[in-house]
């Protein structure tokens, strides 16, 4: 018990344990984080020091100063905090329902499904206002994940059903997106490709307050399922024999996760491989319990998104790359490494 923190809120409430390495881990990353984002706030056309950079978050810097770091440039470093926890959460969700490391919402076709959705109105409704974009993806999201749900039930719905009807969900969309693309005009065509590669270019305060409740309340609900998760990993039999109502609890994660990602990616375009980092990553640090995995991931999301957006903004300057590159550059070859390391289960 000497590795526990014991938490005792009011005399009439519950008291539950912290696992101290989860606390240290998840203080650490939030401190990265806040680092990574008073650097990135700097960084730009026009250079601000780190200190500056507080001065201006305190309501003491300089007005020329308050007018970059708050205007143009702390609505996208949130962005990118909360579209890598948004991801990062749901990539925990789906790993911890199908009990397997390579599980991810990008993966299984969740992501594809929003990307079909959020093609099909840009290229399809061209003269339609871009706010309509973040619903039109999250409709697209929880659509998918309908699909995926009914196509895998069979008696109930199975971690292994789930990952084959998803990866065949994932081709599809991959194939129905390229079909719109090819068939739609050259502008258009730019328009929606770098919306598939990922990006949180142009972002302002209206995205920000846009999914801000979206986020903390999807993963607040989370939280409160974290024991279910926990269930769901020991297997259908066992979980069920403990009191889970297994199919009802799947499909009400499976929609929490189809929510996060949704919203995710309607602000910041299909970021590949940010889900299936994160809770890999976690899991490695502190081990498998859900609820810890899930605050060490969103703040591991997090840094992925701060970072990659801080390299696609300077590494080519004055080009922007997206996002979704570099993101993809690092998962893609640790996506190959975690199916050669499961390659005998």
Known sequence: MKDYLSLRIGKRFS???????????????????IAIAVVSLGMGEMKIAPLDVVKVLLGIGSEENALIVEQFRLPRIVIAILV???????GAIMQGLVRNPLASPDILGVSGG?????????ILFETASIKWLPPIAFLGATLTTFLLYALSWKKGVTP????MIGVGIKIAAGAIVTMLIMFSPFLLQNKALLWLTGSIYGVDWNDVFMILPWVIGLILVASLLARRVNLQQLGDDLAT?????????????????????????????DISFVALLAPHIAKQLIGPSFGGAMTLSAFLG????????????MAFSPIEVPVGVFTSAIGAPFFIYLLYKNRNR
């Open 114 to 122: 929003a990307s079909v959705f959020a093609v099909g109105f840009l």
């Open 160 to 163: 292994l059903r789930l990952v």
């Open 15 to 33: 008291s539950f344990q912290l696992h101290k390495k989860t606390i240290w881990f998840s203080l650490l990353a939030l401190l990265i984080v």
């Open 241 to 269: 024999s403990l009191g889970s109502s297994l199919q009802m609890d799947r499909f009400l994660l499976l929609m929490i996760c189809a929510a996060l990602t949704g919203t995710a990616v309607s602000v910041g375009g």
């Open 84 to 90: 890598g926890a948004a991801l990062a959460v749901a």
């Open 302 to 313: 997090a840094i992925i998104v701060l970072l990659a957006d801080l390299i696609a903004r």
